[in-house]
């Protein structure tokens, strides 16, 4: 199994990167392939970092793409892989096809996408994640949709599709980020996301301090709100949308439970 996120236009919030990067350092991975920045990355627009390494000397990191192995001991875990990268720049097909390289040579079986959107969604309200998958066993296995969505893509389609082709199945999930803070990084969406991978593989990963940063993260956006009339007014009509959207949701919900019980009595034969 390959847990899959790319930083850029898939990435709102660092949502999904930050994401993959947990799952990365709670199974100890170690970086088994790597592509060639040079060949698919504009470093005017993907800017290497400079840091201090553990001498205090001044280090590059390039933007690229790493296939991580996990090396965690629990054989439940050590079956995850992790790919991060930057979204590239240039070369599309070539990437998808190196990427595509890689995914088939360590015999990968199936593979979920992590991604971060932006939305007219509350930071106040639980951050929602929607999954979808192109492949119709997967979506009878796990009971998600087919995603119905035309227009541009990122990476993670691209590189979907190239997998669907090649039978390796695959499935999406896409964190709503609220998109009036969307500048900074949202570890309550990043919570949001590994809750969702945890309950879809049964499987649970170390998460760290981030349900204390998700926490910490709201309350701050809430002091801002409360020094800004006219971002709290815009906030609470969402809110609202969103109770209401809720609201009736469940009622359909409710509806159809009544016409499942109705029609199920209407098959059960008469008593004699």
């Known amino acids: 199994m390959l847990i899959c996120a790319f930083e850029g236009w898939n990435d709102a919030a660092e949502s ?6 947990l799952i990365s350092d709670a199974l100890s991975c170690q970086v088994a392939a790597e592509v060639d920045s040079e060949d698919y990355y504009d470093f ?25 192995i996990s090396n965690d001991k629990d054989p439940e875990l050590s079956r995850f892989s992790v790919l991060i990268g930057t979204e590239p720049a240039r070369r599309w097909k070539a990437f998808t096809a190196e990427v595509l390289e890689m995914i088939e040579d360590r015999e990968i079986e199936a593979v979920i996408f992590l991604g971060g959107m932006l939305a007219d969604t ?10 979808t998958s192109q492949n119709e066993k997967v979506r009878s296995a796990m009971n998600v949709e087919r995603s119905s969505y035309e227009g541009p893509v990122g990476i993670l389609s691209t590189l979907g599709i190239a997998l669907e082709a090649a039978g390796i199945p695959t499935m999406a999930l896409w964190a709503a980020v609220p998109h009036y803070v969307h500048n900074s990084p949202s570890p ?85």
Do not use: C
């Open 16 to 21: 999904a990167s930050s994401a993959a990067k």
């Open 44 to 68: 005017q627009f993907t800017r290497p970092s400079v840091s201090f390494d553990e001498s205090g000397e001044r280090e590059l990191t390039w933007p690229g793409t790493a296939f991580m």
């Open 122 to 131: 509350p930071h106040t309200r639980p951050i929602t994640v929607n999954a």
């Open 188 to 272: 309550k969406a990043t919570l949001a996301l590994m809750a969702e991978l945890e309950k879809m593989l049964g499987v649970s990963f170390s998460q760290g301090d981030l349900a204390d940063q998700a926490f910490e993260w709201e309350r701050g956006i809430d002091e801002i709100a409360e020094n800004d009339e006219e971002m709290a007014g815009y906030i609470q009509q969402l809110e609202k949308n969103r109770d209401e959207f809720e609201s009736e949701a469940a009622s359909g919900e409710a509806i159809a439970r009544e016409l499942e019980k109705f029609l199920q009595s209407e098959e059960k034969p008469p008593e004699n």
